[in-house]
């Protein structure tokens, strides 16, 4: 064998050798990829079904809670086409929307006030993830503009109520322990907000004239109006989790899943 036909004879193996590792290599980058695409995608839609199970909570608007469940289920999916073909699991479904929609359609109560200030950050957190939705189904013609704007705008007056009821209730529980500064303090922040808030609606009047007279009857020793905030925030004290496992003080315990 020549000089040159020995050299061929061990380099061409070698070379094809290389050659596999270089496209195993870049398969592997294209699926580890693909799996960091995937991976954020089950982020998105597990945060945005922690944002839903805490509106269902607090809100009872059926319209708009249907329309983000079908947007978790949404992401749910994109979620298993995202993943290289080998992850994929057989016969996969999809997320079971069934327990949700059985729990959104069904007559409950909801709570008018919240825990504390943490959860007070908590639901802004979880309203933000909603508001955040609502735009890129716009531009995929899911939802009209127009609807998007009428949630938007349901949404952050929602938002409100639950701070400003929160608030007023920890006042007048201030208020019944004899301090003064402390409810008067709380009253401040809750018609700040109203005061601040862009949007102007029926009720927004005459909250911050509930305020002022709660404000006149703590500092003139008169009797504070009658309400029921102080009794659900005492309610919410006593209750460890709600209906979904979560528990009232959101840094606190484990989530259950369905």
Same mark, same amino acid.
């Not at 070379?15 to 980058?29: E, N």
């Not at 580890?32 to 089950?42: D, G, V």
């Not at 189904?137 to 938007?152: D, F, G, L, N, P």
């Given at each position: 064998?020549?000089?040159?036909?020995?050299?061929?004879?061990?380099?061409?193996?070698?070379?094809?050798?290389?050659?596999?590792?270089?496209?195993? =290599?870049?398969?592997?980058?294209?699926?580890?990829?693909? @799996?960091?695409?995937?991976?954020?995608?089950?982020?998105?839609?597990?945060?945005?079904?922690?944002?839903?199970?805490?509106?269902?909570?607090?809100?009872?608007?059926?319209?708009?809670?249907?329309?983000?469940?079908?947007?978790?289920?949404?992401?749910?999916?994109?979620?298993?086409?995202?993943?290289?073909?080998?992850?994929?699991?057989?016969?996969?479904?999809?997320?079971?929307?069934?327990?949700?929609?059985?729990?959104?359609?069904?007559?409950?109560?909801?709570?008018?006030?919240?825990?504390?200030?943490?959860?007070?950050?908590?639901?802004?957190?979880?309203?933000?993830?909603?508001?955040?939705?609502?735009?890129?189904?716009?531009?995929?013609?899911?939802?009209?503009?127009?609807?998007?704007?009428?949630?938007? @705008?349901?949404?952050?007056?929602?938002?409100?109520?639950?701070?400003?009821?929160?608030?007023?209730?920890? =006042?007048?529980?201030?208020?019944?322990?004899?301090?003064?500064?402390?409810?008067?303090?709380?009253?401040?922040?809750?018609?700040?907000?109203?005061?601040?808030?862009?949007?102007?609606?029926?009720?927004?009047?005459?909250?911050?004239?509930?305020?002022?007279?709660?404000?006149?009857?703590?500092?003139?020793? =008169?009797?504070?109006?009658?309400?029921?905030?102080?009794?659900?925030?005492?309610?919410?004290?006593?209750?460890?989790?709600?209906?979904?496992?979560?528990?009232?003080?959101?840094?606190? =315990?484990?989530?259950?899943?369905?």
């Amino acid at each position: 064998m020549s000089a040159i036909g020995l050299v061929v004879a061990i380099a061409l193996p070698i070379a094809l050798v290389l050659i596999g590792l270089v496209f195993a =290599g870049r398969r592997q980058q294209s699926e580890f990829k693909q @799996r960091s695409q995937a991976r954020a995608i089950k982020t998105a839609a597990e945060d945005l079904l922690e944002a839903l199970e805490f509106l269902m909570l607090v809100d009872n608007f059926k319209e708009i809670q249907l329309v983000v469940l079908d947007r978790v289920a949404y992401f749910y999916q994109r979620h298993q086409e995202a993943l290289p073909k080998k992850d994929r699991q057989e016969g996969y479904g999809g997320f079971d929307k069934t327990p949700y929609q059985q729990k959104i359609e069904a007559t409950k109560s909801v709570r008018k006030v919240l825990k504390s200030d943490r959860e007070i950050r908590y639901a802004k957190q979880q309203f933000s993830r909603i508001l955040k939705t609502l735009n890129p189904m716009v531009k995929q013609r899911i939802i009209s503009e127009t609807a998007m704007m009428e949630y938007r @705008r349901y949404l952050r007056m929602t938002l409100l109520d639950c701070e400003v009821d929160t608030y007023t209730a920890q =006042g007048d529980v201030a208020a019944k322990r004899g301090d003064v500064v402390t409810a008067g303090n709380y009253y401040k922040a809750a018609k700040k907000l109203l005061i601040e808030f862009d949007i102007q609606y029926p009720e927004k009047n005459d909250k911050i004239r509930g305020l002022a007279n709660r404000t006149n009857s703590l500092y003139n020793g =008169g009797e504070e109006p009658e309400d029921n905030l102080s009794k659900a925030l005492s309610q919410e004290e006593t209750n460890a989790q709600n209906e979904f496992g979560i528990p009232s003080d959101p840094s606190a =315990g484990e989530k259950q899943k369905f």
